[in-house]
């Protein structure tokens, strides 16, 4: 495995035809063991929201980002 850089944009590669990511809905920030079914586990979880799902944001770092490579 290794590292290397794309310009984001062009399709490179082609690798930007098939992107995919996961996005984790709740989790917990302390290491505690939990039971194999969750059942002793903390209660206290974080809620992600999703960055991708708020538009407006996404098009604001979107011409944020052209503006800068331009």
């Known amino acids: 495995m290794g590292f290397f850089r794309v ?3 062009k399709n490179l590669l082609g ?3 098939n992107i995919a990511w996961a996005t ?3 989790f917990s920030t302390s ?3 939990c039971w194999e079914n969750g059942g002793n586990c903390g ?3 974080h809620i992600f ?3 991708s ?3 407006e944001a996404f098009k604001s770092r979107l011409l944020q980002y052209n503006s ?3």
């Open 68 to 70: 800068l490579v331009e």
């Open 24 to 26: 984790p809905g709740a």
């Open 15 to 17: 690798i930007e035809n």
């Open 43 to 45: 209660t206290q979880q």
């Open 7 to 9: 310009e984001l944009g």
């Open 53 to 55: 799902r708020d538009i």
């Open 49 to 51: 929201l999703d960055p």
């Open 31 to 33: 290491n505690y063991p």
